[in-house]
Nanobody, 128 residues
């Protein structure tokens, strides 16, 4: 049984930084590609970033490209989302997600249905 637990959310001023963490337990971390989605109040959940098994390949939503960095530490069974230059529109609940299925194309990673496991979410509020 895979469990994902996020941490690191909070309140930050515009232009500030936060680092989210997501720990996977219950299975071998290396077998999973890991992603982040977010959902703002009143909006649909949207893709943020994904990192594949070895950490070599990453994809980002255009809205966060150049500001957010996804990474993983396979020794610690943890993925991270470093968020810099935060904007009020980044305010959302951020969800960690994972899957160990294979054979996806790049565009598949942007879809919620690609992922099998989800964390409970951590809230990020960007406000002065």
């Amino acid at each position: 049984q895979v469990q994902l637990v996020e941490s690191g959310g909070g309140l930050v001023q515009p232009g500030g930084s936060l680092r989210l963490s997501c720990a996977l337990s219950g299975r071998t971390f290396n077998n999973y590609f890991m992603g982040w989605f977010r959902q703002a109040p009143g909006k649909e959940r949207e893709f943020v970033a994904v990192i594949t098994w070895g950490g070599i390949t990453t994809y980002y939503a255009d809205s966060v490209k150049g500001r957010f960095t996804i990474s993983r530490d396979n020794a610690k069974n943890t993925e991270y989302l470093q968020m810099n230059n935060l904007k009020p529109e980044d305010t959302a609940t951020y969800y960690c997600t994972a899957s160990n299925r294979r054979g996806y194309s790049a565009t598949d990673y942007f879809q919620q249905t690609t992922y099998d496991y989800w964390g409970q979410g951590t809230q990020v509020v960007v406000s002065s």
